[in-house]
């Protein structure tokens, strides 16, 4: 996957795979949300919150399960 990512969303990225099962997201910026929400790396997840979907997994990684 070689979508181009502000270095502000591939940080975000980073913390939001860091959050454990249970835990809260970190906020970010609006535009952050936004870049990684339409590159489908996160998903929305109510409260204003986003996760880290599999894509999100894999840009940072390449590989998911």
Do not use: W
């Not at 979508?3 to 535009?31: C, M, T, W, Y």
């Not at 990684?36 to 997994?57: H, K, M, Q, Y």
């Amino acid at each position: 996957m070689s979508k181009s990512l502000s270095p502000e969303a591939i940080e975000a990225l980073r913390r939001l795979n860091d959050v454990g099962v249970g835990q809260h997201a970190p906020k970010f910026a609006q535009s952050v949300k936004a870049e990684l929400l339409a590159s489908g790396l996160v998903a929305d997840a109510g409260d204003d919150e986003v996760e880290i979907t599999c894509n999100g997994r894999q840009y940072l990684s390449g590989d998911c399960d």
